[in-house]
């Protein structure tokens, strides 16, 4: 078992949590194909030109998008005929095999199974990325898993105070220290207090300034060096937070950010108040960076493992 098996019991409210969050881009994406399909009885040039801008404009992006037109493109010239009222089952069949072609690279592989499971979150500020730690925290410790945060994000006082009012609305501990201390000694007492107290799982928050990505990079460095003496697997995985309300910001963001540090998994939150929910689907296969949660309100459930075939049919209707 995988360590984030733990969370993959699926309930009938994680499925409407998931259908109410992803609502407004569902109601978008299946009227453009009802509207590209009128009068059509199969799959053709035209019905594929219009689905292309109904993919574009829910923010799949363009190379994403291409790719996804091509495979339908494949399965209609091997199948010769595709009706309309087939195109939603094809869709989601290729986005879903898309998404598992991303999600070859496991993070778990380098994890001891007797360390702390060290994971280090980046991301710019207002991303939601304190709300997606101490969710996160609530999952695993919900689980049965012990857990402690580490306050890294040392440049903001106001960065140390959320994730403490997370840390106590858990009831997991914290580690910090004062604002402009070094990130790196922050992070190196977390992991020892963790490996004291024999803790499951290290978070650790770090600073999401990007104005200068030179600085980012060796503060990120910095960081995995120095967790490496207390835990030498760490971090087992560097969580990327993007808020996909962005659209295309979110893109830049993950450029940047795989630029700088070496990203291993995607957490994207805000699904619930965009249209452009297919943020995910191009973000993923752009970077081919698993995702592993996404956010789709502000309840402490909802920040959901990502499931890509439950998305793709809460998304596209199953």
């Known amino acids: 078992m995988g360590f984030f098996d733990i969370f993959k019991r699926k309930t ?9 969050g992803l609502a407004k881009t569902k109601e978008g994406v299946l009227s453009k194909i009802a509207r590209a399909l009128v009068g059509k009885t199969k799959v053709d040039d035209d019905v594929l030109d219009d689905l292309e801008e109904v993919l574009v404009t829910s923010d799949v992006g363009v190379d994403t998008t291409l790719r996804i037109i091509d495979r339908i493109q494949a399965r ?46 980046v991301g710019v500020n207002g991303v939601g990325k304190t709300t997606t730690i101490g969710k996160m925290a609530a999952r695993f410790k919900e689980a ?20 403490e009012i997370w840390a106590n609305r858990v009831d997991v501990p914290i580690v910090k220290q004062g604002m402009g201390a070094d990130p790196a000694s922050v992070a190196y007492d977390t992991l020892s207090k963790a490996k004291a107290m024999g803790a499951d799982v290290v978070i650790i928050d770090t600073a999401g300034r990007l104005h200068n990505k ?11 060096n120095v967790m490496k003496k207390i835990v ?3 971090p087992n995985d560097v969580m990327l937070v993007l808020d996909g309300s962005t659209g295309q ?26 249209a452009k929910g297919g943020v995910v689907l191009g973000i993923s296969d752009q970077f081919k960076i698993p995702v592993r949660y996404i956010g789709i309100g502000e309840g402490i459930n909802d920040l959901q493992l990502f499931d890509r075939e439950a998305f793709v049919n809460s998304l596209l209707g199953s």
Request: aromatic share 6%.
């Open 76 to 121: 209609v010239a091997r199948d010769k005929y595709i009706g309309s009222d087939e195109l939603n089952r094809v869709l989601r069949e290729e986005i879903v095999a898309l998404l598992e072609e991303n999600e070859a690279h496991n993070n778990e592989e380098n994890w001891s199974g007797t360390d702390p499971y060290v994971i280090m979150v």
């Open 144 to 163: 049965g898993k012990s857990v402690v945060l580490g306050a890294a994000d040392t440049f903001r006082a106001a960065a140390v105070e959320q994730l």
């Open 232 to 234: 030498p697997t760490a």
């Open 249 to 274: 910001n979110a893109y830049e963001q993950a450029k940047q950010f795989t630029k700088a540090t070496e990203v291993t998994s995607l957490a994207i939150t805000k699904l619930d108040g965009t």
């Open 214 to 224: 030179i600085n980012l990079m060796n503060e990120l460095s910095k960081i995995k």
């Open 12 to 20: 009938q409210t994680d499925d409407a949590n998931l259908e109410r």
